[in-house]
């Protein structure tokens, strides 16, 4: 489990984050809610060590990692998918995928093929290079390099963000059977509640670098997530 427990963040003497606390077990889709520059990103960032935070906790399996480095997270099975999708653009999808392999031990360093099963277009693509695929087949390349990494949690920023629909349909089939299986946390950030309803058991929303509301889906009023969401 992660629990992320009070966390302030800073950038300069600007602050980001007050008091943010939220939880990611595994087989469930933790949902982080909210609209733009309210915080949500900055929390990823926290988490996965992109940015130090300036008070607070994050514990991952009981464990305090708030003052790891990134790349001591990513060995401890945290992966991120950036907003932007953040592909080595010269590189091939292969190499592409093949940089996940940087936190694996020497004898787990292959391709699963169960990433070809979850995003069959890759194996057709495979000497492509990065920057030559849609925003779409970039945006599945870095969900699959993340996979690469074998986590056990996976931190999704706005996946469906400038993607085509019947992509996000795929994206969202896959965010479904990785949490079916039940060993692996999933935190997914999005604008888009009815993507984030579809997939998700617990709803956190944002606003201002607080956390506003949070619950589980049933229990949390659609009217009131969708109030705070509109712009």
Known sequence: MLQV??????????????QVSLTAEAGAVTCLLGRNGVGKTSTLRAIVGAHPIASGSIKWDGEEISRLPMYE????GIAWVPQGRDVFPLLTVRENLETGFAVLPRGARKIPDEIFD???????????????????????????RALVMKPRLIVLDEPTEGIQPSIIKDIGRVIALLRSRGDMAILLVEQYFDFAQELAQ???VMDRGDI??????????EADVRRRLSV
Do not use: H, N
């Open 5 to 18: 427990e009070k966390v302030d963040l800073y950038y300069g003497a600007a602050i980001a984050l007050r």
């Open 73 to 76: 997270r990513a060995r401890r």
């Open 118 to 144: 979850l995003f069959p277009v890759l194996k057709t693509m495979l000497r492509r290079r990065g920057g030559d695929l849609s925003g779409g087949q970039q945006q599945q390349l870095a969900i699959a």
């Open 202 to 204: 617990t709803m956190v």
């Open 212 to 221: 506003v509301l949070a619950g589980r889906r049933e229990d949390l009023d």
